[in-house]
């Protein structure tokens, strides 16, 4: 499923107000998260797809009735970004919580899915200055191991 | 037929002949490939997914997703709420992505396979009990051992577990040179964990079997009341366009495909039954995160490390601790933007420990031409209140260890609890499967095994009911859950079935 110029815009304005640039010490800053999430978008399941692309409309055409604004998700200023995305995954209706947990699940995984993060953080580095380092090592012991 | 690892998208199927074909490479597959190869009897194993070479394993959650998972982890089960569903899909199967905990099926879940469903001849104790052993020694069983393979938050689970005087020990998995580098859920960058994707495939194909990946099987051909081949198509790819081919079997195909695949395939094989894609159960699970004032450190040490028993016969959960991958626990925080930020700047003062629920509620596969395979699954209350009352133990161990937050993920309930004094909370969370964020992983039914074929799909030797030749041997046989993680089950009952057929 591709993802309009226009959605990839909003997919970036809506993953950054939910998390914000600085974050971690600033290393995922670069991180183009529309393009991140166009590319989601081409990827099976459909369905999956589909509720992406459904979380970004409902996030942007939000306002009016979650917040009693005339107004497009664009049209807000940072904090009031961050209260309707607060308010949506807080919302008393499962589908609109459970589509904007989705959205923010998604941003998490794209924005902090990142090496940079991972190492930030100390994760998946145990006796290694990079994982990449513990595959080529299992890969030289190709030879040993069972049977 | 030639020993070796072929894919199928290049090397071509078409005219492959063997004794048996096996169709699926994971805990039990595998080891029905062992069983026999080891017999003497030539073999073809036929996986749907890919082989993913150790040094193309990715380190990101999204990356292992995409390569190692049905739909790239995003399959779901439908109800009143929607429940991810995570299930592999390469050679090695879920043992490829698994923790590799280790357990045997309960003495007394056994018991009751043997009188309600009549299984007592088909999966005898004594049987299981040599193929365990065996299974022990070969995939190299051990325990987690602090200071080595254990992380910090499993010594701190342990302590947590001690305080509130909850019987638990560090998990046994197999493993052969495990560094901890906590990289279980995506393939292990050492070969360490013991998948059959390193130990029991290869000794396989050294005995003589064929391995093949990107095979996915459409149907099994059933001739005059005997399955004979299986027919399919190449995976889609880069390599060419999707082929048909025909694989055939001179005594016997084996299903191995999971408890959610194996029923559809039978039934799009034409196999019918009342029971067929029934009586699907789960353990579904859900994360309780504490937050400690010093870092935790949580991906490092083995995937899993400890578990709480002392529950388990009395309220049917079982925790453990788990390093859920830190872009997946981060959307589990409060919030969003400036509120969710200082959160996400702890990361590395977190642990994270499971509940998994030994289910009642029974769900039903169904092929769909939407979703592929459609899952329909509702717990019911009891279910719901296990799973409150596993997470407020959780949550209760957290701060007996020292955490200074915990985060409730429960819809409707404070998100974040201070003190122990509001552990109260978790009493009235609601019975409703939408306020909690639950992961199904260990799948069980679908083709459930009994002697009586009008209430099951498989007889107690695990061929289906009425069709010869064609025999099931994964989870989807077991006639219920097990309370414990299936692997080791599902590999010995396997072993037990196959070394029947030779």
Request: glycine share 12%; net charge positive; hydrophobic share 45%.
């Amino acid at each position: 499923m591709k993802l309009l110029p226009f959605e990839i815009r909003w997919a970036d304005a809506i993953g950054r107000a939910m998390l914000p640039r600085g974050l971690l010490g600033g290393v995922v800053d670069a991180v183009d998260l529309g393009e991140e999430m166009r590319r989601e978008c081409l990827e099976p399941p459909w369905y999956a797809a589909l509720l992406l692309r459904a979380s970004l409309w409902l996030t942007w055409l939000a306002p009016p009735l979650a917040l009693g604004r005339l107004r497009t998700f664009g049209g807000l200023d940072g904090a009031t970004r961050e209260a309707l995305l607060e308010k949506l995954l807080d919302s008393r209706l499962y589908l609109v919580r459970a589509t904007a947990t989705f959205l923010k699940l998604q941003a998490c995984m794209l924005l902090l899915g990142d090496a940079r993060v991972l190492r930030r953080i100390g994760a998946y580095e145990h006796g290694h200055e990079k994982p990449g380092e513990a595959a080529a090592e299992a890969s030289a012991a190709d030879g040993r191991r069972a049977p | 037929m030639t020993p070796g690892f072929f894919d199928a998208r290049t090397d071509g199927l078409e005219g492959v002949e063997a004794d048996f074909v096996v169709v699926g490479s994971g805990a039990g597959g595998g080891a029905a490939a062992r069983a026999l190869t080891r017999g003497g009897a030539r073999v073809v194993v036929l996986e749907e997914g890919p082989r993913v070479p150790t040094r193309e394993l990715g380190e990101t959650a999204r990356g292992s997703m995409a390569t190692l998972f049905r739909n790239q982890g995003k399959q779901t089960a439908f109800g009143r709420a929607t429940t991810p569903l995570l299930q592999a899909r390469c050679v090695g199967g879920g043992t490829l992505v698994n923790s590799a905990i280790v357990w045997r099926v309960p003495e007394h879940v056994l018991a009751d396979w043997h009188a309600r469903f009549g299984l007592a001849d088909g999966l005898p104790a004594t049987a299981l009990d040599a193929a365990y052993a065996r299974i022990e020694e070969e995939m190299s069983v051990r325990a987690v051992v602090e200071g080595v393979t254990a992380g910090r938050q499993d010594s701190l689970m342990r302590d947590g577990a001690a305080r509130a005087r909850l019987e638990g020990r560090f998990l046994h998995r197999n493993e052969r040179g495990c560094r901890g580098s906590g990289r279980c859920l995506h393939g292990c960058p050492h070969e360490a964990k013991q998948s059959t994707a390193v130990n029991y495939l290869p000794r396989s194909v050294a005995d003589g079997a064929a391995v093949y990946s990107n095979a996915a099987v459409e149907r099994v051909v059933i001739e005059r009341g005997r399955a004979v081949a299986v027919t399919g198509r190449t995976a889609a790819g880069a390599v060419g366009p999707r082929r048909p081919w025909r694989v055939t079997a001179r005594r016997a195909v084996i299903v191995a495909a999971s408890a959610v695949q194996s029923p559809n395939l039978l039934r799009r094989s034409g196999v019918r039954g009342a029971h067929l894609g029934e009586h699907f159960m789960i353990h579904p699970g859900t994360g309780v995160i504490g937050i400690y004032p010093a870092p935790v450190g949580a991906w490092t040490g083995a995937s899993q490390g400890f578990e709480v028993l002392g529950l388990r016969d009395s309220l049917g959960v079982k925790l453990e601790s788990i390093n859920v991958p830190p872009e997946v626990t981060a959307a589990r925080f409060p919030g969003a933007g400036r509120r969710l930020a200082p959160y996400l700047e702890r990361l590395d003062h977190i642990a994270t420990w499971a509940v998994a629920v030994r289910a009642e509620a029974e769900g039903r596969i169904r092929p769909s031409r939407l979703f592929g395979d459609h899952v329909r699954y509702d717990l019911t209350a009891r279910d719901l209140d296990r799973v409150r009352r596993g997470m407020k133990h959780l949550a209760e161990m957290h701060f007996l260890a020292g955490a200074t937050e915990v985060v409730s993920s429960v819809y409707g309930l404070p998100e974040v609890l201070r003190s122990p004094d509001e552990l109260g909370v978790f009493d009235s969370a609601p019975l409703d499967a939408r306020a909690y964020t639950l992961v199904a992983s260990h799948l069980f039914g679908g083709c459930r095994a009994g002697r009586d074929p009008r209430a099951s799909v498989v007889d107690p030797r695990l061929k289906v009911h009425g069709v010869e030749g064609l025999h099931v041997m994964d989870a989807s046989v077991m006639p219920t859950n097990t309370g414990v993680n299936p692997q080791h089950g599902i590999m010995a009952v396997a072993t037990v079935a196959a070394e029947r057929l030779l």
